[in-house]
C-alpha cells in the first residue's frame, strides 16, 4: 500500500496524453465572488441564479455558501435567500465538547430524498422547513465533525470529511476518525470507506460511480462496491467537483478549472476556483466558463517549483492562561511537548528547525531550572549547523507598545541570552503575537536583525493577511516591507491551522510544485508548547521521498533567495481577534496594567530630566509582557494576575525612587516637567494642601483655574518642550477669570452601549445639566447602563476650557454585574460614529505618526497601537480623540466597528464581533482553517467579562483641528510636584 501512495504522490502533476473531448470557455465576467455551487453565484453585493440578480434578504456579509436556496453568511448564520434563518437543531454535542460556543458552518448541501447539509460541526438532514437533525454516525465505528461535502443518489449518501490526523493532540486522539462515510438506506445507518486520504473535499456520485476530490491525492473514483483509485493525471488540489453522467468538472485550488470524460483532460484558468457545476466553473477572479464540446487544451505540465520546508518553533513558557510552576496547570506542558518535538526530529535526520524564545522566563529561569536538556539538545542542533535560533524578545513583549529605548533593551538582553545559551542568533526576529510597527521596518535593521517572520495565514491567527495582501509566489518567498522609505525583509510563514487548508504537508508541496517553477519556502511555525506538534512526524513521513522537497532553515534560505516583491507597510499588525490588538487590549486589567506602565515611562522620564539616572528597565519590560494581558478568557490565571501586578508595582517604584533622588521644589511653588517634545497648552489637576482660594502665578501672570473636588484645582499653561515650569501659588482672592468657551458640544458622540449574549442595549439617559464655571462651561450627562443582568451607572461631563482646544469628556461609571461574565461582550460607554469612514492616524509608542486606510467593512478591528491619540477623516467629519494615558489606558485603545457605511470608534472601552473572512481560495486554501481556528484558540473569544462589577475612570479629549502638540501634552501631560 505504501508504494502505491507513493505511486500516486510521484504522479501528482502528470496530465496524460490524451484530451478531453470537451473543454471549458470563459463565458461571463463577476465582480467580487465569494462563492459558487451548481448554477449559483454569490458576490459581495448580489446573489446571480443564471446570470440573473436574485432580489434576495440576506443579511450583510460574506456569503462563504449558496446552493439549492440556501446561503451561508459569514458569521451569522444559514439563512433562505429570503433572509430566513433556518439553523434549529445545528447543534452537536462533539462540537461542544472542543469549544461550547462554536456553531457549525455551512459548506455543502445536496437535494435528493432528504436534503443534507456538511458542515464543519458536523453532518446534517433536513426535518423541516427551518430545522435540522445531527447525522447519527455510531453505526459506522468512527466519527468526525469537520464534514466538507455531500452528495445523494437514490438511497446512497456519500459525505467527505477532513481528518487532522497528524495535528489531533493525543487526548483527542481517538475522538475522531473517518474522512469518507456512505449510507445506502437514507442515512439510517453508516460505514466508513477507504479514501486513501484524510483531506476530502467534494463528493459527486451517480448510479455505480463515486468520485471524491482530496486536497492531497487528487480526484478519487470508484466503481460500485470496488476500491478507489486516482484517475491518472489528476490535479492534487481539488476544491470542488461535479459531475453529470458524461463529464466531470473539477475546480482546483491552484492551477485553475479542469475537466474529465472518460478519456483524457482539458484545463481552464488559472489560480483557485470558487466552485463548479456540472457545467460550470467559476474562479476567485469572477471568471465563468462554461462546458462546451470540442477538443480543450491539455493541462500544462507541473511548472516544477523545488519547495523548501522549514518548521519553526516559538517558545514562552509564560503563559495567560496557565502558572508559575513545572506541571500541566504551569508550563510543565510546555516540557513536555517541547521534548516530544525534539525526540521525533531527531528521528528526522535530514529536517531543520528554527526556534524563537523569551528569554526571562523560558530559556533563563524555568528550563534552565526544570529542563536543562532541552537547552542542551537545542544547542547541540545549533552548534552542528542543523537549527537555528532567532530573537523573539527578552520579555516576550508587546513590542509595537513599547518606546524605542524599551524596544532596545528588550532586543539586547535577548540577544545577549541566546547567544549565552544556544552559542548563536540569526539575524531575524519573530515579534511575539506578531505585533509590528511601521517604526520597526527601520528599527529593527539599526539592531541588526534583517528579517521578520510574520503570520500570513488564512484564519483568525494572522498578521499580514487583511492589511499587506501577500499572494501568489510572494506568499511564500521572502518579500520587502516598505514604511515611508524604510524598508526590511519579511518571511510569510503558516500555521498548523493552513495545513488543513492544504491537505497537510503532502497536499500542500504538491500544490507549490505544480503551480510555481521558481523555488518557494513553506514555512509552518507554531507556538512549541502546541499539543498539535505531538504526532507531526507523521506529516515528515508523507513529503521525505519526494526529490522536489528540501528541508531548510529560514536563515539558509535566505541566503541564496532575494524577496520576489515589494508591499507598503502602513500600519501595525498582530495575531489577535480581528487581525489586531483586542485580546490584549480591551480586558478591564488590561487598561489598569498598562496604566501603570504608562505612569512610570512618564514619572521616569521626568525624573531623568531633572538630572535623576535612567531608570533600570526590568521591571517595566516584565509588566509589559503580551501574557499579562491576554489571550486567556474571561480572566487571566491566578499566578500571572500576581505576577504583573507585582511587575508594575515594581515600575512604578523604580519611577518614584528616581524623582525622589532630584531636589525637590521649593515651598509655595508647583513644577511642571514635561519631558515631551511638544509644546503648548497643557490641562494641569493639581492637588494643593490647602482648599482656600488661592492665586496662581507664571511671573507676574495670573493663571485662571477651577476647583474639581477638595484641595484639587484644576488649568490650562502653555507648556515648553522638554523643560520645566515653575508656577508660584499662594492663599489669596483670585481675580483671573478667562474667556468662557462656549457651551460643549459633541454630535459625533452618541449613547453608551452594550452587548450581552448577542443582545444589543442602549443606555437609558438621564436629565443633563448645564454648569457656567469660568474658566469653564459644563454640561453634565448620567446615563443608566444595563449590564446584562443587572445596571449600572453612567456619567459623561464635558466641559470645554479657557485656553484648551476641543471638548474634554471625563467619564465616571460603575457597572453592573453579569451572570455568566461570558455573557458580556462588548462595554462602550463615550462611543463616536461618523459615515464613510476613510483613513486613521495615530502617534506610535516610538513617537511616530502613520496614517493607513479604515478596514471596511469590519464588526471589530482594534488595529493600531496608539499612543494617547487618533485621528478619523470620514465623509462628514475629522476629528481627533485623545485620552489621558495616566488615568486609564491601553496597548490599542481604540476599537472600531464599521457597519453600513458608518464607523464606531470606542476608546477605553471593547468591541466584540465576527473576525474577517479571511478567504483562503485567494492564497490556494479551501478555508476549512478558518472555521476551526475560533473553536480552538482562546482569543476568539469577548474580551469584556471583565469588566463586569468594575468601576471605570477615563478622561478625553475631541475636537478638530487640534494640534498634534497638544494632543500629546494632554495624553501626557507634565509631572506635577508641590513644594511643601
Known amino acids: 500500500m505504501i508504494w502505491m501512495l507513493l505511486a500516486c504522490t510521484l504522479l501528482a502533476c502528470d496530465r496524460g496524453e490524451d484530451a478531453s473531448r470537451f473543454h471549458l470557455v470563459e463565458v461571463d465576467r463577476v465582480d467580487h465572488p465569494t462563492a459558487a455551487s451548481g448554477s449559483w453565484i454569490a458576490t459581495r453585493d448580489a446573489i446571480l441564479l443564471d446570470g440573473e440578480a436574485w432580489d434576495d434578504g440576506l443579511p450583510d456579509g460574506d456569503v462563504t455558501f449558496l446552493d439549492e436556496g440556501l446561503a451561508h453568511v459569514w458569521g451569522k448564520g444559514l439563512f433562505t435567500l429570503d433572509g430566513d434563518p ?25 437535494v ?53 490526523t497528524s495535528i489531533v493532540p493525543s487526548e483527542y486522539a481517538g475522538l475522531l476518525s ?55 493525471g489528476s490535479p492534487p488540489d481539488v476544491a470542488d467537483l461535479a459531475w453529470d453522467g458524461q463529464v466531470l468538472v473539477v475546480g482546483t485550488l491552484s492551477t485553475g478549472a479542469w475537466l474529465w470524460d472518460g478519456t483524457g483532460w482539458s484545463q481552464a484558468g488559472q489560480g483557485a476556483v470558487l466552485g463548479v457545476g456540472e457545467s460550470q466553473a467559476v474562479t476567485v477572479d469572477g471568471v465563468v466558463y462554461q462546458v ?25 513558557l ?34 531543520h528547525a528554527d526556534w524563537d524564545w523569551d528569554n526571562a522566563w523560558s530559556t533563563d529561569l524555568w528550563l534552565a531550572q526544570d529542563a536543562p536538556d532541552i537547552l542542551e539538545d537545542i544547542s547541540a542542533r545549533v552548534a552542528s549547523g542543523q537549527d537555528d535560533v532567532r ?15 524599551e524596544f532596545d533593551e528588550a532586543l539586547a538582553r535577548a540577544k545577549e541570552s541566546n547567544v549565552a545559551t544556544f552559542g548563536e542568533q540569526v539575524a531575524g526576529v519573530q515579534p511575539q503575537e506578531c505585533m509590528f510597527s511601521p517604526d520597526h521596518v527601520a528599527w529593527y535593521p539599526e539592531q541588526g536583525i534583517e528579517w521578520v517572520t510574520l503570520f500570513n495565514a488564512a484564519n483568525g491567527f494572522t498578521a499580514l493577511r487583511e492589511d499587506v495582501g501577500i499572494a501568489g509566489l510572494d506568499a511564500f518567498n521572502p518579500v520587502t516591507l516598505d514604511a515611508g522609505g524604510a524598508q526590511m525583509m519579511a518571511v510569510p510563514v503558516y500555521h498548523h491551522a493552513d495545513m488543513l487548508d492544504h491537505g497537510g504537508l503532502l497536499g500542500w508541496v504538491q500544490q507549490l510544485h505544480c503551480a510555481y517553477e521558481q523555488d518557494t519556502l513553506l514555512v509552518i511555525h507554531f507556538d512549541a508548547d502546541g499539543e498539535t506538534w505531538e504526532n507531526f512526524d507523521a506529516e515528515l513521513g508523507a513529503i521525505e521521498s519526494l526529490d522536489y522537497v528540501e528541508f531548510t532553515t529560514i536563515a539558509d534560505y535566505l541566503a541564496d533567495h532575494e524577496p520576489t516583491g515589494t508591499y507598503p507597510f ?19 486589567w488590561n487598561h489598569r496594567l498598562y496604566t501603570q506602565v504608562q505612569q512610570s515611562r512618564d514619572v521616569c522620564a521626568a525624573a531623568e530630566l531633572l538630572g535623576a539616572e535612567p531608570c533600570d528597565l526590568t521591571n517595566r519590560l516584565m509588566a509589559l509582557s503580551t501574557t499579562n494581558y491576554g489571550l486567556a478568557a474571561p480572566t487571566l490565571h491566578a499566578d500571572r494576575v500576581a505576577s504583573a501586578t507585582e511587575q508594575a508595582a515594581g515600575a512604578l517604584a523604580d519611577a518614584d525612587d528616581a524623582m525622589a533622588s532630584v531636589a525637590p521644589p521649593e515651598s509655595g511653588t508647583i513644577q511642571l516637567i514635561n519631558p515631551r517634545p511638544s509644546t503648548g497648552p497643557a490641562l494641569i489637576q493639581v492637588e494643593l494642601p490647602t482648599n482656600e482660594d488661592i492665586v496662581l502665578r507664571d511671573g507676574g501672570t495670573e493663571i485662571p483655574w477651577v476647583r474639581v473636588a477638595f484641595q484639587t484645582i484644576e488649568f490650562v499653561v502653555d507648556m515648553p518642550a522638554e523643560d520645566t515650569l515653575v508656577l508660584a501659588w499662594l492663599e489669596g482672592t483670585p481675580t483671573a477669570e478667562g474667556e468662557v468657551p462656549g457651551v460643549p458640544d459633541l454630535p459625533l458622540l452618541d449613547a453608551p452601549f452594550t452587548e450581552c449574549a448577542g443582545d444589543f442595549d442602549k443606555a437609558q439617559a438621564g436629565l443633563d445639566s448645564r454648569i457656567e464655571w469660568p474658566p469653564r462651561n459644563t454640561l453634565v450627562d448620567p446615563w443608566e447602563v444595563a449590564t446584562c443582568d443587572s445596571m449600572g451607572v453612567l456619567t459623561r461631563t464635558l466641559f470645554r476650557h479657557d485656553g484648551l482646544p476641543g471638548v474634554v469628556v471625563d467619564v465616571e461609571g460603575q457597572l453592573g454585574g453579569s451572570s455568566p461574565m461570558d455573557d458580556l461582550e462588548s462595554v462602550a460607554l463615550t462611543p463616536f460614529t461618523c459615515r464613510s469612514p476613510e483613513t486613521v492616524t495615530w502617534r506610535s509608542f516610538g513617537g511616530s505618526t502613520w496614517t493607513r486606510p479604515i478596514r471596511s467593512p469590519v464588526e471589530t478591528w482594534n488595529g493600531q497601537a496608539a499612543d494617547g491619540w487618533i485621528e478619523l477623516v470620514c465623509s462628514d467629519a475629522t476629528f481627533s480623540i485623545t485620552h489621558r494615558t495616566t488615568d486609564r489606558s491601553s496597548i490599542a485603545f481604540a476599537p472600531m466597528r464599521v457597519e453600513d457605511d458608518v464607523a464606531t470608534v ?38 469584556a467579562p471583565d469588566w463586569a462589577g468594575q468601576e471605570v475612570t477615563y478622561r478625553l479629549l475631541v475636537g478638530e483641528d487640534i494640534d498634534p502638540d497638544v494632543r500629546d501634552l494632554f495624553a501626557h501631560p507634565p509631572v506635577v510636584r508641590v513644594g511643601d
Not at 524578545?393 to 509595537?400: D, K, R, Y
Open 86 to 110: 433556518i439553523d434549529e437543531g445545528l447543534e452537536n454535542p462533539t462540537l461542544n465538547l472542543l469549544n461550547p460556543d462554536a456553531v457549525p458552518i455551512a459548506l455543502d448541501v445536496t
Open 318 to 351: 509564560y503563559h495567560s492562561y496557565r502558572g508559575d510552576s513545572p506541571t500541566d496547570d504551569g508550563y510543565g506542558l510546555d516540557i513536555d511537548v517541547v521534548r516530544n518535538s525534539l525526540d521525533w526530529l531527531d528521528e528526522h535526520p535530514d529536517v
Open 391 to 405: 530573537a523573539m524578545s527578552w520579555n516576550n513583549g508587546a513590542m509595537s507598545a513599547m518606546t524605542r529605548p
Open 112 to 164: 435528493g430524498e432528504d436534503t443534507w447539509l456538511a458542515t464543519a460541526g458536523g453532518l446534517f438532514k433536513r426535518t423541516t422547513a427551518s430545522s435540522w437533525e445531527l447525522a447519527d454516525l455510531s453505526s459506522s465505528g468512527s466519527l468526525n465533525v469537520l464534514f466538507t461535502s455531500v452528495d445523494t443518489y437514490e438511497d446512497r449518501v456519500v459525505a467527505g470529511a477532513i481528518l487532522p
Open 906 to 943: 470606542t476608546p477605553l472601552g471593547t468591541l466584540w464581533g465576527d473576525g474577517p473572512w479571511h478567504d483562503a481560495r485567494t492564497t490556494g486554501g479551501h478555508g476549512i482553517g478558518d472555521m476551526v481556528v475560533p473553536v480552538v484558540g482562546s482569543q476568539f473569544h469577548p474580551a
Open 178 to 232: 473517518g474522512s469518507l462515510f456512505e449510507s445506502r438506506d437514507g442515512g439510517d445507518t453508516w460505514e466508513t470507506l477507504d479514501l486513501g486520504s484524510d483531506h476530502a473535499t467534494s463528493v459527486a456520485l451517480d448510479l455505480e460511480d463515486t468520485f471524491v476530490g482530496t486536497l492531497d491525492h487528487g480526484v478519487q473514483h470508484r466503481v460500485g462496491e470496488g476500491d478507489f483509485t486516482r484517475i491518472p
Open 292 to 316: 462546451v464540446e470540442g477538443l480543450g487544451a491539455v493541462p500544462p505540465e507541473p511548472a516544477g517549483s523545488k519547495v523548501h520546508v522549514a518548521l519553526s518553533f516559538h517558545g514562552n
Open 570 to 588: 502602513e500600519g501595525d499588525v498582530a495575531d489577535g481577534t480581528g487581525d489586531g490588538y483586542q485580546s490584549w487590549a480591551e480586558k478591564d
